[in-house]
């Protein structure tokens, strides 16, 4: 019984070895959608995106740093919610840190993280403030992406890097005209 166990876990971390580096991360916590919305108060309301990114990245060029969570330094950062669009430029780290517009790469730029504040989320999402009750449903249609600025002034932009492109369906509970909070995962 023991050698038979042992074999067994020899052979998985052989399979775990062979496995893509991407596959041991992808488990639980990877990607997360959520957004709060308060009709009373709508500065208060808030949506965060941490969305895999690692496919678009990896295609980008390492801009030299020891990880890649600056490679999409000095680009524009466009954010669309069902046709609304939120932009940033990201700084010389990659990183966008405003009152409203947060974002940044993580997990050496696998993963990018965005959070947006003080949106009219009723009118974006769309959610009715006269809804009550739990295991609502809105499907959410998210663009994301980054422009590269030219190398030369007066030369045309180069093309945007299409980083997430989708649908979410947010789940969420709300109480009539007061609070609706609501998740993806």
Do not use: W
Request: charge should be negative; glycine fraction near 6%; proline fraction near 5%.
């Amino acid at each position: 019984m023991r050698s038979t166990r042992g074999l067994f876990l020899a052979l998985l971390g052989l399979v775990l070895l062979a496995a893509p580096a991407s596959a041991h991360a992808m488990g639980k916590g990877r990607t997360k959608k959520s957004f709060n919305a308060y009709f009373q108060a709508p500065e208060k309301n808030r949506v965060f995106f941490k969305c895999d990114v690692e496919a678009a990245v990896l295609a980008l060029e390492n801009t030299g740093g020891s990880t890649r969570n600056d490679d999409l330094a000095n680009m524009d950062l466009t954010v669309t919610i069902n046709g609304t669009s939120f932009t940033e430029t990201l700084d010389e780290k990659g990183k966008a840190n405003t009152d409203v517009f947060k974002a940044k790469l993580t997990a050496n730029g696998r993963i990018l993280q965005v959070k947006l504040n003080d949106l009219d989320l009723e009118s974006i999402l769309p959610l009715d403030p006269a809804d009550d009750g739990k295991n609502l449903t809105v499907d959410v249609t998210l663009h994301i992406e980054a422009q590269p600025q030219p190398e030369n002034s007066g030369d045309p932009l180069p093309p945007a890097i299409v980083l997430v492109d989708e649908v979410v369906t947010f789940k969420y509970s709300q109480k009539a005209d007061n609070q609706a909070k609501g998740k993806d995962f």
